[in-house]
């Protein structure tokens, strides 16, 4: 009908690849929904906008937004503001407005080709495989529809404040938050689903377990009519807090309201009901109401990954119809090392690490309850991709590190070169101990770039089957050289890498090149009143407003932001 509002799951299914932006994973769901629910293969981003102030996020900040997507089925990453400079222009270039600043001129450029390979690592997972959730959950745009708006164009993409104290929110919420997969589902997506053996199938032929409809004002009774049909041919409906309240619309609208009074009934004829949780046996299938969403997901025996409770987040996808992949990363601010379960049982387990490349067969055991239990170390934001399979993969181990004595201080003699950057590259420093380059002077305090620390030492004395370099403080990545050769790059926010003993010679040279931000020489040129915002038909908004000078983003008052190894560097011994 012409002028009549769409629902926001339908335009993102009609695109041929869906497209989300912002930071909440209820938010991100809406595109990664609509991909899973009619088959796109990738689901896209709008990646990293305004994480923190201009010039202030690190790889590291650019890491925890992209794995946020990644985690709620984003798979195609687009880095938002990686804006054209034409060739000569001083120093910054031209710049977006809203953005990390992800391009050349930036110093962290130096370091973001290990932040792109680890991207490129799970993405490759994450494409080659499909969706892998259990429930739908019925998202109730009439009632959005119904809702008078404060302004005169209402924006409908996602789960904003007017679905504040809904049923809907609170169900999304709680799933997301107990391990719960799931997707949202359009009136229109609803119409397309068949049911095979129990299981709602979509127009993708992906497969649910179960339907959630919960509590709304209104619902169009032609999707009423079908979530019924589904029910009596074999599917398990959940409705929570209550059945709908109307039918949607005004045509015809005492007919409907009588279809729609039969609907109710229908779904809560001779129900039983156990510990709070009502159930109608309705043809094949059967409708389940109550208030608890967990207890009406337990009571229909739908599965979660408990590994929620310990902090660890999961995207869980299938592959090739009897592997899992999952995704986890470490969302607390300390390390963990332990057993997680999954939810159901593998033979073995593939484990990778994203960001070195690293890969082997993992530790598992057998639960009591037969699901599967693998044995990870994750340290602080670090993700790992783990693949379950129904046989022996016959792989290395994965290696697992622990510490076996006492680490070995690098405290000798260092020097500190600057190799690229500006305003102007500083003089070399020889140092007895590592420390940030701000301690030298204005010059130091002024330079974003690269610059070199440089040390030699001796094979340690302890026989160790290898050492892990930790590298203390650092700000704000580093590349890892030893005795010449490339070690790793480290975006942080924990500067590990694994060094096995036969890389260590009698005699070392460590060379740690670290990039800082482009905060210090941006805040230089504000200070000495550079002009350096010339961007057409656009401004340069502060994002924070304290940065906000004449309406536009200013540095001047900025303190220099500490640069550098700043360490302490120690060498600790493992097997």
Same mark, same amino acid.
């Given at each position: ?45 709008? $990646? ?6 201009? =010039? ?24 938002? /503001? ?8 001083? %120093? ?14 930036? *110093? ?15 993405? *490759? ?82 497969? @649910? ?8 004002? @209104? ?22 807090? /209550? ?23 229908? !779904?809560?004829? $001779? ?16 409708? #389940?109401?109550?208030? $608890? ?34 995704? #986890? ?27 070195? /490349?690293? =890969? ?14 693998? =044995?990870?170390?994750?340290?602080? $934001? ?19 590190? !622990? ?18 950057? /500006? ?22 305090? !002024? ?5 070199? @620390? ?9 026989? *160790? ?49 670290? !990039? ?5 020489? #941006? ?8 002009? %350096?915002?010339?961007? @057409?038909? #656009? ?18 008052? %900025? ?17």
């Amino acid at each position: 009908n012409a002028g009549r509002p769409a629902s926001i799951l339908d335009l993102y299914a009609e695109v041929d690849i869906p497209e989300i932006e912002g930071v909440e994973p209820l938010r991100m769901k809406m595109a990664s929904s609509a991909g899973n629910v009619v088959g796109k293969k990738l689901v896209s981003s709008e $990646s990293a906008t305004w994480l923190s102030e201009h =010039f202030e996020s690190n790889l590291s900040d650019i890491k925890v937004a992209i794995d946020r997507f990644l985690l709620n089925g984003i798979n195609h990453v687009l880095y938002h /503001g990686t804006a054209y400079s034409p060739p000569g222009e001083a %120093w910054p270039g031209w710049l977006f407005y809203a953005s990390i600043h992800m391009n050349p001129r930036n *110093s962290i450029w130096a370091d973001v080709d290990a932040l792109n390979q680890y991207i490129t690592r799970c993405q *490759s997972f994450l494409q080659r495989s499909s969706a892998d959730n259990d429930v739908l959950l019925y998202f109730p745009i009439y009632d959005r529809f119904a809702t008078r708006g404060e302004e005169m164009v209402e924006h409908f993409d996602g789960v904003g404040k007017q679905f504040e104290n809904t049923a809907f929110r609170r169900n999304a919420e709680t799933m997301l938050k107990r391990g719960y997969t799931f997707d949202y589902i359009s009136d229109a997506q609803i119409m397309k689903i068949n049911v095979e053996d129990g299981a709602l199938i979509t127009e993708s032929t992906a497969a @649910y377990k179960t339907i959630v409809i919960p509590h709304c004002r @209104y619902i169009p009774v032609a999707t009423f009519e079908k979530v019924i049909a589904l029910a009596k041919a074999g599917a398990t409906v959940i409705i929570t807090e /209550g059945p709908p309240e109307s039918p949607a619309g005004f045509s015809k609208l005492d007919e409907n309201k009588k279809l729609f009074n039969d609907l109710v009934k229908q !779904s809560d004829a $001779s129900a039983e009901v156990v510990a709070g949780i009502r159930e109608t046996k309705l043809g094949q299938g059967r409708i #389940i109401m109550g208030d $608890s969403i967990v207890a009406a997901l337990n009571h229909s025996s739908i599965k979660r990954e408990v590994m929620v409770d310990q902090g660890i987040q999961f995207i869980r996808k299938k592959e090739n119809g009897d592997r899992k992949i999952y995704l #986890i990363a470490n969302a607390t601010d300390k390390s963990f090392e332990g057993w997680l379960p999954l939810s159901e049982s593998s033979k073995s387990v593939a484990i990778y690490d994203p960001m070195t /490349g690293e =890969f082997g067969s993992a530790r598992i055991r057998q639960a009591s309850a037969g699901a599967a239990e693998v =044995f990870v170390q994750l340290t602080k $934001s670090q993700t790992l991709i783990l693949e379950t399979y129904k046989s022996d993969i016959g792989a290395q181990p994965f290696r697992y590190i !622990s510490e076996v004595g006492d680490p070995v201080l690098l405290n000798g003699k260092w020097k500190l070169t600057f190799l690229s950057g /500006g305003t102007k590259l500083p003089p070399a420093v020889e140092m007895d101990a590592v420390s940030s380059w701000l301690a030298f002077g204005s010059d130091y305090a !002024s330079f974003s770039g690269t610059a070199s @620390y440089t040390t030699s030492f001796k094979r340690p004395a302890t026989n *160790s089957a290898g050492w892990r370099l930790d590298l203390g403080v650092v700000k704000e990545s580093a590349e890892i050289l030893l005795n010449g050769k490339p070690l790793a790059t480290l975006i942080g926010p924990v500067y590990h890498c694994y060094i096995d003993k036969a890389l260590l010679a009698e005699d070392n040279i460590l060379e740690v090149r670290v !990039s800082n931000l482009m905060a210090n020489r #941006i805040a230089d040129l504000d200070k000495r009143g550079v002009f %350096w915002k010339k961007f @057409y038909n #656009i401004n340069f908004p502060a994002r924070k407003p304290e940065n906000r000078k004449n309406g536009l983003f200013d540095a001047s008052e %900025w303190m220099p932001r500490e640069s550098g190894l700043i360490g302490p560097v120690r060498l600790q011994p493992v097997k």
